[in-house]
Nanobody
Framework: QVELIEPGGRLVRPGGSLRLACAAN????????MSWYRQTPGKERELVAS????????NYTDSVKGRFTASKHATQNMMYLQMTNLKPDDSGVYYC????????????WGRGTQVTVSS
């Protein structure tokens, strides 16, 4: 059974840093591309960062480029999102997602973790 668990959200002051983690179980983690999304009330879930299966290629939404770094560690079955210089607009529920290898696969999401950036 596929599981994605994201501990680690909390309240952070503007300008601060936080690392989110996503623990993956129940599938061959090294074979799948993974992503981080975030959602704020009243808005659609937004793609923040994407990683290829090997973790060697990444892409970020413009608002976080240069501040966020996603990484994928196959030996640990872990994905991370290192966030620096956090801004209030970065607040939201962050989700990790296993991306599909083919169109017929199901999407798998973590339950999400709340990040609040506020003074």
């Amino acid at each position: 059974q596929v599981e994605l668990i994201e501990p680690g959200g909390r309240l952070v002051r503007p300008g601060g840093s936080l690392r989110l983690a996503c623990a993956a179980n129940g599938f061959r983690f090294r074979s799948y591309p993974m992503s981080w999304y975030r959602q704020t009330p009243g808005k659609e879930r937004e793609l923040v960062a994407s990683l290829d299966a090997a973790g060697t290629w990444s892409n970020y939404t413009d608002s976080v480029k240069g501040r966020f770094t996603a990484s994928k560690h196959a030996t640990q079955n872990m994905m991370y999102l290192q966030m620096t210089n956090l801004k209030p607009d970065d607040s939201g529920v962050y989700y990790c997602k296993r991306e599909r290898l083919w169109w017929g696969e199901a999407d798998y999401w973590g339950r999400g973790t709340q990040v609040t950036v506020s003074s």
